[in-house]
């Protein structure tokens, strides 16, 4: 585990639509783009192995394009393809501030970012105690068959509370927007309460459903 005197004032980015990493939580990756296959040679040769994730706005990837948050991942799975491809997996370690672009060389944007605000992201899980899963699961039932979406139920009904809602906050089909405001909820709480407000909302939206869940 990481602790904050490892943390770097610069790291690379990674702008992805559509991508949300958290803290702990796992995102497998396909690099094939030239500057970010660098990015990615470079980020193997030093110490903490970290690369920022975080959301463009408007498809941008210009640092002023760039939301305000992001997630720091250490590059935990590394794997090359034949014809030069890197299939990676990064786990987060922490969630950052981005303060603005560093100048330098590298065809990627190396990001000034600071991390204090976020520092219980390193004290291990987080719990939710106010979750209550009866109700959790029957909306997110019906979120899924409103989506034609399936998962392994048994598995999800046995996951701690910060794997269940992180996973599914990093899974689910939400707008960028909707996934920034997962990633910046304070805590695992709020981040559930979130999360149901916004299936809820999808599926009121769609016509699916009239109660609201708490």
């Known amino acids: 585990m990481m602790n904050a005197i490892d943390l ?4 690379p980015l990674f702008p992805l639509p559509g991508a949300l990493l958290l803290p702990r939580g796992t995102l497998p990756l396909h690099i094939f783009e030239p500057r970010y296959l660098q990015m990615i040679e470079d980020c193997l040769k030093t110490p903490g192995r970290l690369i920022g994730m975080i959301l463009p706005r408007n498809h941008g990837e210009d640092e002023a394009e760039l939301a305000p948050i992001g997630c720091a991942g250490r590059l935990t799975g590394f794997s090359e393809t034949e014809d030069g491809r890197y299939l990676i997996t990064l786990t987060g370690i922490s969630r950052f501030r981005l303060m603005g672009a560093r100048d330098g060389f590298t065809p990627y944007i190396m990001g000034e970012v600071e991390w204090d605000e976020f520092s219980g992201d390193l004290h291990g899980p987080d719990h939710d105690r106010g979750l209550q899963r009866e109700s ?6 019906r979120f899924f068959e409103a989506n034609g979406m399936d998962t392994d139920w048994d ?10 809602i992180n996973s599914l906050s990093m899974l689910m089909p939400l707008s960028p ?12 709480t709020v981040r559930r309460e ?11 939206s769609g016509g699916e459903g009239e109660e609201s869940l708490q």
């Open 8 to 11: 770097p004032d610069a790291i």
């Open 136 to 141: 959790f699961f029957a909306l997110l039932s």
């Open 155 to 164: 598995s999800l009904r046995d996951a701690e509370d910060e794997l269940l």
């Open 177 to 188: 927007e909707d996934k920034q405001a997962l990633l910046e909820a304070p805590n695992l």
């Open 194 to 204: 979130t999360l149901l407000t916004l299936m809820d909302f999808s599926l009121r």
